[in-house]
């Protein structure tokens, strides 16, 4: 029985991690498995051979036999292993998989590959022709032969881009023509960004080191557009293929001499940040889902009740702002969630994604090259769109502009509005011509300001590209999804000559941290401080990650190596004093909270911390006059509250107690609020009193179990506080006939009612 794609593949790993372990004799075996019921004799030969020189080099290593040339030899062994497996993998799927990239290999193979010079000739040719129809006469059959002509360039970019993506391994030859390709300035930028598109899609699918160095030669191109795709690709290229890069010098060294162009290292490090935000787009889209469109369909009829819509929609525009407004927008809780929105958007995250990923249903996104295409309006499927000269330019130049919206989104956006009423998308363009002016005047403004705007928008708007596809193309399951790698920039050794310099790791580490990647921050972070100058900031947020994974006395340490740095900041003092309390030790927490005192002399916080390590350490006196100076100074404290009259409840002062829980009784109780309530009726022998407030908390607390552990918990302190321990599962079981006593009341209710209504 043939080998499913889905085995084929998980073979093929297992042998790739035996190569990776360098356990060669394992790899071959498995690859054995894969020649079985192939007819490949070239590939079963290059295996025993494999084998043999293998064995070879084996015994002339026990031997003794030094050969200075025996790590070539071995690393030479390893990247022929690993290009054997891949071949003879390959050769299976050809014959089974389903998959997209196995179905255009096939249909390729089937009609007969076309070279890049012939793909050349053919686009060379077709802009001839619309070089020479620009110089006819505007009339119908211009538009025709102009319609015809863009057709078949579409096509012939197609059928390019499916050859590319499931071409074989390259040679030379391949490699030179690919070259004469990028070079011809007949050819139009569009269609070379979608070859190197292509490409790295052919090389996420199979290793090829001749044409990863190619994509390498392209990040040092003029064309803007061409250079950042190829930046952009080989990024997942260099994780997916992480552990092998050492046996391929040739792309590493190039890769280092790259990033000695400063032009370079900051367009590869503005796209590893990009490639992080990226994986926020999955938060953003919930946020949107579940916080902001809910909060804002509740508005609508708020809106609806309390303003005069015409207010909204005036002669005054929306200039004179009706005050009420904002307060609507505060009181339903929106207007801090928008102005995140705006903010995320400003600093180029991917809050469109949502909105645009339920419009990839139009046939045009049925076609996988159409995802990778740059947006051009002139395409044949949105000629109906831009029919009308005035129309079509005010629309083209307020499409084109935008630099918040991808160009996959670009295309889904036209499609909604070409289905549009007529009225409703003449109303929609005219809007999009207004604000289009407006957009152009702010990216020129923009670009003044910022140098790099334009290569930024370029990279920002490509990698939402490849989102899109790996996360909402129909057949999105035929490919590694690369926005699901693991977020290690930082460890892939060939970028250490960029991502190491200190710099460029401080950005790549405060957007981990930023987006909570606190595991991936933390490691950058101690890099960062075993590299970088002597930073107080590098620790306290080291010290940050680590308290937010739960690593408290990592926190701690790290922590005091930021107060040597800077011994006065406050808030290295008040996480230092946290840590030490959540580690039990109130004592060494104590003169940390005494200089937060002396620094900041009216913060009550600081005031209620002390007499918390002073309860800590049983030093009940001293903590109770801290919460009453608390107290004092803020009379509504209801923190001070509990703390007096649990502190009270330790010093048996019970009417202290008992006065301090009735106010906390009428302000928001929690469970144990009722509970320590119930601990004070208790000591001063109100048992009926006690009884009620235990149910009170274990209503609250959910259930018996919940509850019964929080007494237990505060048995030590009612033994202290006089109370005979021993009673407590007799008012447990009283607590337990109670509630069955209103069960049962509660079924002779519903029993009764029902009986009434029966009758």
Avoid at 117 to 138: C, N, P, S, V
Avoid at 528 to 545: A, D, F, R, T
């Amino acid at each position: 029985m043939s080998m499913t794609h889905k085995e084929i593949q998980k073979t093929l790993a297992a042998i790739n991690s035996d190569i990776e372990k360098k356990q060669l004799k394992d790899a071959f075996d498995k690859i054995r498995i894969f020649l079985k019921d192939q007819k490949n004799w070239a590939l079963s030969e290059e295996l025993t051979e494999l084998e043999n020189n293998y064995r070879y080099m084996i015994h002339y290593f026990i031997k003794g036999n030094k050969d200075p040339q025996q790590r070539n030899i071995y690393n030479q062994l390893l990247r022929r292993t690993y290009t054997l497996a891949q071949d003879a993998a390959e050769n299976l799927c050809l014959q089974s998989s389903t998959t997209l990239f196995f179905e255009k290999t096939r249909l390729i193979l089937l009609r007969g590959i076309v070279s890049m010079d012939e793909y050349r000739e053919i686009i060379g040719k077709q802009m001839d022709t619309f070089a020479f129809i620009d110089l006819l006469e505007d009339n119908d059959e211009k538009e025709v032969r102009l319609k015809l002509n863009i057709q078949a360039h579409e096509q012939t970019v197609e059928d390019l881009f499916y050859s590319v993506f499931a071409s074989p391994r390259a040679n030379d030859d391949m490699i030179a023509s690919y070259h004469r390709f990028m070079e011809d300035e007949i050819i139009p930028v569009n269609d070379k960004c979608m070859v190197v598109s292509a490409l790295t899609l052919n090389i996420l699918q199979r290793f090829d080191v001749k044409k990863i160095e190619f994509l390498l030669d392209l990040c040092k191109y003029e064309t803007l557009e061409i250079v950042i795709r190829a930046i952009v690709g080989i990024i997942p290229i260099f994780q997916i293929y992480e552990s092998r890069w050492e046996l391929y010098p040739e792309c590493t060294d190039r890769l280092k001499l790259l990033s000695d162009d400063p032009t370079f290292t900051r367009r590869m490090i503005y796209a590893i940040l990009r490639f992080i935000q990226a994986q926020e787009t999955e938060k953003i889209t919930k946020k949107l889902t579940e916080e902001i469109l809910p909060q804002m369909m509740k508005l609508t009829p708020i809106i609806g009740k309390k303003i005069n819509l015409d207010e909204w929609m005036g002669e005054s525009g929306m200039e004179d702002k009706n005050p009420e407004w904002q307060k609507i927008l505060d009181d339903v809780g929106l207007t801090d969630k928008l102005q995140e929105f705006s903010d995320m958007q400003l600093e180029g995250a991917d809050v469109f994604h949502f909105t645009f990923s339920s419009l990839k249903s139009y046939p045009f996104f049925y076609e996988m090259s159409n995802w990778f295409l740059p947006f051009d309006p002139r395409h044949s499927q949105l000629q109906r769109l831009f029919s009308d000269k005035e129309e079509g330019k005010s629309l083209f130049e307020a499409i084109t502009e935008s630099p918040h919206i991808c160009n996959s989104d670009k295309y889904s956006f036209c499609f909604s509005i070409m289905i549009m009423p007529e009225r409703y998308r003449k109303m929609m363009i005219s809007q999009l011509a207004a604000e289009g002016e407006e957009i152009k005047k702010m990216q020129e403004e923009e670009f003044l300001l910022k140098p790099y705007q334009k290569e930024e928008t370029i990279c920002r708007q490509y990698i939402q590209d490849l989102y899109r596809f790996f996360k909402v193309f129909p057949r999105r399951g035929d490919f590694i999804d690369i926005f699901a790698l693991p977020l290690n920039y930082h460890r892939i050794k060939p970028f250490h000559p960029i991502t190491l310099v200190p710099e460029h790791l401080d950005r790549i580490a405060l957007y981990y941290f930023e987006n909570n990647h606190f595991e991936e921050a933390l490691d950058s972070y101690t890099i960062l401080s075993k590299i970088g100058k002597p930073n107080g900031e590098v620790w306290q947020k080291m010290g940050y990650c680590h308290q937010m994974l739960g690593n408290i006395r990592e926190a701690l340490n790290a922590y005091l190596h930021a107060e040597l740095i800077d011994e006065n900041n406050t808030w290295v003092l008040r996480r230092i004093a946290q840590c030490y309390r959540l580690l039990k030790k109130p004592a060494d927490a104590l003169p940390y909270y005494r200089r937060l005192e002396q620094l900041k002399p009216d913060d009550l916080n600081i005031q209620l911390n002390i007499g918390h390590c002073y309860l800590e350490l049983k030093d009940y006196d001293t903590a109770l006059n801290y919460y009453f100076k608390v107290e004092l100074l803020d009379s509504g404290n209801t923190r001070a509250w509990r703390s007096i009259a649990w502190c009270a409840f330790l010093l048996k002062k019970f009417d202290i107690a008992q006065k301090y829980y009735a106010q906390i009784l009428s302000d928001k109780p929690n469970a144990h609020d009722y509970l320590n309530a119930g601990h004070v009726e208790l000591c001063i022998g109100n048992m009926e009193k006690a009884v009620q407030l235990y149910e009170e908390s274990l209503k609250m607390a959910g259930n018996f179990s919940t509850f019964r552990t929080m007494l237990k918990e505060d048995e030590n302190e009612l033994q202290e506080a006089g109370v005979n321990t021993e009673i407590l599962p007799l008012l447990l079981d009283k607590i337990k006939y109670d509630m069955e006593e209103k069960h049962q009341k509660g079924i002779d209710t519903r029993e009764k009612n029902g009986r009434t209504f029966s009758v």
